[in-house]
């Protein structure tokens, strides 16, 4: 019998194994090798000089990898120094194969009575309990209140007073690739205390944990802009929550399945909403933007629910694409708090619109460039005097024959069945005939639900995917005032990138005439007979480069992306 001490440390192995894999070490299959026109994730031709990196920095991934038939590497100082090394502990907890579980082995009453009559209940004991209104345990006042009266929205006819970018001197034009950082070397292997303990029970490290006072103030223009970009997202999603509610009736909701508790549930999300916009204008001080107007894509609840979970997801993965490299980690700490509750809104979004509510393994992070281009469309115009960004706008990547999610047969999806041409715009509706939506039939429904089955799947490997791309310098965002741009480093389009989970896997893109081609969705899983890589509503872009990069390193695809766009997978 395995010990509770030997689980929670095969869990850290797991942990360990799950660092990016090094480019020198493993993947023998696919190294720089392209399978059917695709371009795996690590080995990616030219990449071979992470090779000149130490050894022990890769050590975790040395392991994660080691399943694949890589030699394990321990080169780590602790084990270089003979010092003692843990038993190996890797491996599942045994006990799954005829399992004595005798407290699993109940069998569900059948139901003979249900309650009918709900008037006053027994009493317990309380008291009246004041909240605090002043003082440290008094709340800080809403930026926002709720929402009285109709906004008015649509797109924005007139002139921009100003256009472009916030932006100073640019050093360069890309980030060169460093080698690892010479502190990034901790590696353990024997399971105990490397180093003085602060106080008891507290290991040493961490940052934050030394006494010095947080201060939850952004602490850097990086810091600044992301959390701005945050306080845009938050806003018109205070909106669009509150929107929705305003403009569909109650029919309108039940014809997509929806119940009054359902849309209460959205209601609470705006309010939601109210606080994490009151969070993040907190964090940046007196410049923090306002809330604009906004211009949706919806004229349909079903288009509302599936535009929600299409924009939470970039809300969502924007955030996780920068969280990590803020300055203030303080900041990080409270945006994640607010993240994690936009995560479950994704979620939520998903299930009513029929989706597998986390067809993943992890949630993807993206750079905050990619999440601006995908919200800046539906943002129509800011009060005068709005702080201004300084992301990146890029130009649009469509996918004529995305998937359309309302479809029992996606298969038979015509080309443009969107809402609108912007990227992150829903799918439309079908003919009732060849609707998923009230359809009672495992595999093929897709009204609201927990979970949902596809017999048919929205999209697969292997599936040829049909991409336009707009040029850049086109008007986009409030007021029509930012434009869409590609870096000067940016070559002639070559590869899809596509990113997903914790990866980015290129695939090779076949051009067939001006801004148009074709790719065909990639193959693979995260890990070994695991979950797909492509799968959820995930990004794509046009590159010139199938640089390796991973989820920490994602920026440094920016100035190679020459359009951007959404995936419908599933
Ligand atoms: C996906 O990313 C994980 C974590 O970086 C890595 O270990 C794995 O090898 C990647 N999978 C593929 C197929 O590239
Ligand atoms: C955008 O339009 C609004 C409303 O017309 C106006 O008040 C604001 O000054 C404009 N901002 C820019 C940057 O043009
Ligand atoms: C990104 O990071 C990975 C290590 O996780 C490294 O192998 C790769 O070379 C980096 N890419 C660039 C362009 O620096
Ligand atoms: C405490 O830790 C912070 C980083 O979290 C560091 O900047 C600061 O210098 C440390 N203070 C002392 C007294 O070591
Ligand atoms: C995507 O996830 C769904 C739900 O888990 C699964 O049925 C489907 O096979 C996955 N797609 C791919 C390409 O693996
Ligand atoms: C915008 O800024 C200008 C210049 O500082 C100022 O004159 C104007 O009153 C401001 N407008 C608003 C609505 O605050
Ligand atoms: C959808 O298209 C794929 C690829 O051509 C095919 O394998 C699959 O059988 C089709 N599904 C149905 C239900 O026809
Ligand atoms: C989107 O663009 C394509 C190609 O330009 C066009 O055929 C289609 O009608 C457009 N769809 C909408 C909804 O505007
Ligand atoms: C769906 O079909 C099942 C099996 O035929 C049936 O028991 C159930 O009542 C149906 N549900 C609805 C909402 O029609
Ligand atoms: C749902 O899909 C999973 C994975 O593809 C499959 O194992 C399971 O049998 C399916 N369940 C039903 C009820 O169809
Ligand atoms: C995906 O790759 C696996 C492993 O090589 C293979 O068995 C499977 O047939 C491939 N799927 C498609 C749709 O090409």
Not at 393 to 410: K, M
Request: charged letters at 10%.
């Amino acid at each position: 019998m395995y010990t509770k001490t030997v689980i929670s440390s095969a869990l850290l192995s797991g942990l360990a194994a799950a660092a990016p894999a090094a480019t020198s070490q493993g993947w023998p299959s696919h190294e720089g090798h392209q399978v059917d026109g695709q371009v795996q994730g690590p080995g990616s031709a030219g990449y071979s000089h992470a090779s000149s990196y130490s050894h022990s920095s890769y050590a975790a991934s040395s392991h994660g990898a080691s399943s694949h038939g890589a030699s394990s590497a321990t080169t780590s100082p602790a084990a270089a120094s003979g010092t003692e090394v843990a038993a190996d502990q890797y491996g599942n907890v045994a006990g799954y194969s005829d399992a004595s579980a005798p407290f699993a082995s109940y069998t569900p009453e059948p139901l003979t009575a249900v309650p009918s009559s709900f008037g006053l209940d027994s009493a317990v004991p309380a008291i009246k309990t004041i909240a605090p209104s002043t003082g440290i345990y008094g709340p800080d006042p809403q930026r926002s209140s709720l929402p009285t009266g109709a906004t008015s929205h649509g797109p924005y006819s007139g002139e921009p007073t100003t256009t472009g970018a916030v932006s100073t001197v640019a050093i360069s034009v890309t980030i060169p690739t460093l080698p690892a950082n010479p502190t990034a070397t901790y590696y353990n292997t024997n399971g105990k205390l490397q180093n003085d303990q602060p106080i008891p029970y507290t290991p040493a490290g961490g940052l934050g944990t030394n006494g010095s006072l947080p201060r939850y103030m952004v602490e850097s223009d990086f810091d600044y802009e992301s959390i701005t970009l945050g306080l845009y997202q938050e806003w018109i999603e205070l909106d669009l929550f509150n929107n929705g509610i305003a403009v569909f009736s109650d029919e309108d909701w039940a014809a997509a399945g929806l119940t009054p508790e359902d849309v209460s549930l959205i209601s609470f999300m705006a309010q939601q909403e109210q606080g994490h916009a009151t969070l993040l204008s907190n964090m940046l001080g007196e410049t923090a933007p306002p809330q604009c107007t906004y211009d949706y894509p919806f004229t349909t609840v079903r288009e509302f629910v599936d535009f929600n979970q299409i924009l939470t997801r970039f809300g969502e993965s924007g955030v996780w694409g920068f969280i990590n490299h803020l300055d203030s980690r303080e900041v990080g700490q409270l945006l994640a708090q607010s993240i994690a509750t936009e995560a479950r809104q994704q979620m939520i979004f998903r299930q009513m619109s029929g989706l597998h509510p986390m067809p993943v393994w992890f949630e993807t992070g993206i750079p905050q460039s990619w999440a601006w281009t995908f919200l800046a469309p539906y943002i129509s115009s800011c009060p005068e005097n709005t702080t201004r960004l300084a992301w990146q706008n890029f130009p649009a990547l469509h996918v004529p024959n995305q998937a359309n999610i309302n479809r029992y047969s996606p298969n038979d999806t015509g080309l443009y069945e969107r809402a609108d041409n912007r990227t992150s715009s829903p799918a439309t509706m079908p003919p009732q005939d060849e609707s998923c939506i009230n359809l009672n039939k495992t595999g093929y429904g897709c009204g609201p639900a927990i979970g949902h089955n596809r017999s048919e799947p929205l999209s697969f490997a292997g599936k040829q995917v049909l991409l336009e791309w707009d040029a850049p310098g086109q008007a986009v965002g409030p007021n029509n005032s930012y434009v869409t741009a590609v870096s000067s480093a940016a070559g002639e389009p070559a590869y899809v990138a596509w990113a997903s989970q914790l990866n980015l896997t290129y695939t090779q893109l076949t051009v067939t005439g001006p801004n148009t081609g074709y790719t065909y969705q990639p193959n693979g899983t995260v890990y070994a007979d695991g979950a797909a890589i492509v799968n959820g509503t995930m990004f794509i872009a046009l590159t010139d480069t199938d640089m390796f990069l991973t989820p920490f390193n994602l920026s440094m695809i920016n100035p190679h992306v020459i359009a951007l766009g959404i995936y419908q997978a599933g």
